[in-house]
């Protein structure tokens, strides 16, 4: 069998600061050192929905993990593409940490995948993972965000989600082209997924051998 060359799949990489680099923004008036503190300036974002539980990570002295990425539009890859050594072709490399939450892995994602740009685009995050047990991969969900709004996943880190270094990602792509009730409903029944998070905690804690993963 011809070995695939992995090489020429695309590579992206989060900066070090978890952000693209931007002009500083202009220094606050004198007037401002009298705000109340307790009142937001305008044009700051409000505090987020769902605080990450994972530690700062300092990227300049952390080095990077490779995350092996697979996007398909409408759908999760089949679990039968990720066997015997094989993946879907469609892979994308990606150099980020493991406090890079699923906000930022999305707007990689679409710098590499222009259809995924458009506001209102649902991006389903699911993690590829071995069974010690069998010769089998098994899959589960660890978040969902939405492009252009705020959603209670937009800060959740790999780390928060037990993700392990050799672990992939599959990400189903959604792009908003249909009611909210037929958009949810399709989506659920495609994905065919268990969201119950104790279920599936109780899973992974058996399929790698008991222990639990911090």
């Known amino acids: 069998m011809r070995r695939r060359d992995r090489s020429r799949s695309p590579v992206v990489s989060l900066s070090r600061r978890g ?22 300036p305008r044009g700051v974002d409000q505090k987020p929905l769902v605080e990450s539980n994972t ?30 050594g094989r993946t879907p072709s469609n892979e994308l490399q990606i150099y980020t940490w493991m406090d890079a939450t699923l906000k930022e892995l999305s707007q990689l994602v679409q710098e590499v995948n222009p259809d995924s740009r458009a506001k209102g685009t649902y991006f389903d ?25 705020r959603g209670m996943d937009d ?47 109780r899973d992974d804690s058996r399929d790698r051998g008991g222990g639990r993963r911090r």
Not at 61 to 80: A, D, G, M, N, Y
Not at 125 to 149: C, E
């Open 19 to 40: 952000r693209r680099s931007r002009s500083p923004p202009p220094l606050p008036r004198n007037r401002d050192r009298d705000r109340p503190r307790d009142r937001q």
């Open 55 to 84: 530690q700062a990570i300092d990227r300049e002295k952390t080095c990077p993990l490779l995350l092996r990425v697979f996007c398909s539009i409408k759908r999760h890859h089949s679990l039968t593409e990720f066997t015997q």
């Open 125 to 149: 995050f699911a993690v590829v993972y071995p069974d010690l047990q069998t010769t089998r991969y098994k899959s589960r969900d660890i978040g969902t965000v939405r492009n252009g709004t």
């Open 155 to 201: 800060n959740v880190t790999l780390k928060d989600r037990r993700f392990r270094i050799g672990d992939y990602l599959d990400i189903s792509i959604f792009p908003d082209e249909r009611t909210g009730g037929d958009r949810d409903r399709d989506r659920d029944r495609d994905r065919d997924r268990d969201r119950d998070a104790g279920r599936h905690r």
